[in-house]
């Protein structure tokens, strides 16, 4: 896991509040707990860099995640540590219901493993012309995702391993999806930044370290917005060069330092963001000798479920949720 100097910049902005709810199983569908639910469709992927070989009979590179953990010392306190944060922007105006993401521990040190995560969708601060890059604006909807099983707007993500990853790090690689509790109204070829960052208790989750992965930039995202509608967007950041395809979406995936505020509804307070800085692909970690001097992205995919099956979807989730409280009062 690597984590680069940051600079000094700030945004502040007052959280949406968004709770979790468990809700009833998904309609006994037996499903695998890595999967998105039934009727949820893929609208934006950057898949994680995971033994790709972008040089032809090179060695596989697979990659490695940045710090994005923040800690807390009692139930009162804030947490804070160091976030990741990503830009992206697709061509659909569908809510945002359900995100998959790529990470790992530090060393594989797993402890008793993130039982929360931060998950915050921004505003865009756009790259000055005069040079500079561009970063995460205002928190337009923050939540709090805790782990346990899926099911329509549960707010809870599952952790599955799915793969040992290889040299030099050798941490394995987790996929996580989370079943968001208040869907994000994301507007089609609308920059946005999406922040997830593990939030830890130390004295009983251990001292945890847990970072993001980055992205198979072999692979473009079709479903990304490209020119004119968003510039600079999807495209080459290796046309014409000596390099293989580099795909990268807009500007650099930035690094920064967080302190947020969690009440014990899971009520998300604030978040406050500082001291950004732009993050590159690792020589000989994510490529080959030259790679560090290309912007890196962050492996994660957005999914909507179509009209009018949101609002079925949705229906069904608040059907469980007053079954469970009526259960609750009777019991």
């Known amino acids: 896991m690597q984590q680069l100097p940051n600079r000094s910049r700030h945004a502040r902005g007052i959280a949406f509040v968004a709770t979790f709810t468990v809700v009833m199983p998904y309609l006994g569908v037996t499903r695998a707990l890595a999967?998105?639910?039934?009727?949820?469709?893929?609208?934006?992927?950057?898949?994680?860099?995971?033994g790709a070989v972008p040089i032809p009979g090179g060695p596989p590179y697979f990659g490695h995640d940045e710090l994005s953990t923040a800690t807390r010392t009692s139930p009162n306190a804030p947490y804070q540590g160091t976030f990741m944060a990503d830009d992206f922007a697709d061509k659909v105006s569908q809510p945002i219901v359900h995100i998959s993401w790529w990470?790992?521990?530090?060393q594989n040190q797993v402890f008793n493993g993130v039982k929360q995560f931060l998950v915050s969708f921004e505003?865009?601060?756009?790259?000055?012309s005069g040079g500079g890059f561009s970063h995460p604006g205002v928190p337009l909807l923050n939540q709090v995702v805790s782990k346990g099983p899926l099911a329509p707007g549960s707010g809870t993500f599952?952790?599955?391993?799915?793969?040992?990853?290889?040299?030099?790090?050798?941490e394995t690689l987790y996929k996580y999806n989370a079943e968001l509790r208040l869907p994000f109204p994301e507007q089609a070829n609308t920059v946005y930044w999406l922040?997830?960052?593990?939030?830890?208790?130390?004295a009983t989750d251990g001292p945890i370290n847990w970072g993001w992965h980055d992205r198979d930039y072999t692979v473009t995202d079709p479903l990304a917005s490209t020119a004119p509608a968003v510039v600079p967007g999807e495209r080459n950041l290796a046309a014409g060069g000596t390099f293989p395809p580099v795909w990268h979406f807009q500007d650099?995936?930035?690094?920064g330092s967080l302190i947020t505020m969690v009440d014990p509804a899971l009520n998300v307070q604030f978040v406050d963001q500082t001291n950004y800085a732009p993050q590159n692909y690792l020589d000989f970690i994510d490529g080959p000798q030259g790679i560090s001097q290309f912007s890196k992205d962050l492996a994660f995919e957005l999914y909507y479920v179509p009209e009018p099956g949101v609002a079925l979807l949705f229906g069904i989730a608040?059907?469980?949720s007053t079954a469970l409280r009526r259960r609750a009062r009777r019991a």
Do not use: N
Request: no cysteine; hydrophobic share 35%.
């Open 195 to 202: 922040k997830i960052a593990a939030l830890v208790e130390p």
């Open 252 to 255: 650099d995936a930035v690094s």
């Open 103 to 106: 990470g790992s521990y530090q």
């Open 318 to 320: 608040m059907t469980g």
């Open 35 to 50: 999967d998105p639910l039934p009727g949820e469709v893929l609208k934006f992927s950057q898949r994680p860099l995971d």
């Open 158 to 170: 599952t952790e599955v391993p799915v793969s040992p990853g290889g040299p030099p790090l050798g």
């Open 123 to 128: 505003s865009d601060v756009p790259a000055q």
